[in-house]
């Protein structure tokens, strides 16, 4: 797992089995970003909410497939600020996930520091710098 500001950690595929030890450990959340049926012997969307709910975590299902849409944005944004920390948000490697936590943080941190997370946690993702400076100046009056 990579560690982002917020108490928010990072991942790639998680396994039903593995939510039991996330809550022993204090996970209180789980975003997954997965589409289901996006790849063989992936876990349904169905199967990890049970597992989070038998653990007492929250879950999110918050899928990108594709394109980043406001509709996603607006639903990791949602799901950042009411759902208790600490988070674990996963997908096939992590990569979605951190992308749905930059535009969920950018209007708090600004786009230097949510790059700078990301970096910091390994992860390469200069091609949302542009999309990301676009949505911080979106006109939010509408």
Request: charged share 20%.
């Amino acid at each position: 797992m990579k560690e982002l500001p917020g108490d928010v950690f990072v991942t790639g595929q998680l396994m039903p089995a593995q939510l039991a030890a996330l809550a022993e450990q204090g996970v209180m959340s789980i975003i997954n970003n997965r589409p289901d049926f996006e790849a063989p012997l992936q876990p349904a969307s169905d199967e990890m909410e049970q597992a989070a709910l038998s653990a007492s975590i929250d879950y999110f299902h918050i899928p990108m497939a594709g394109a980043l849409t406001p509709g996603l944005i607006e639903a990791s944004m949602t799901a950042y600020d009411t759902t208790p920390r600490p988070i674990v948000a996963y997908c096939a490697s992590g990569m979605r996930s951190a992308a749905l936590w930059a535009f969920a943080h950018v209007d708090r941190m600004g786009i230097d520091s949510v790059m700078q997370a990301l970096s910091d946690a390994g992860y390469s993702l200069e091609q949302i710098r542009q999309p990301l400076m676009e949505f911080a100046a979106r006109d939010r009056t509408c």
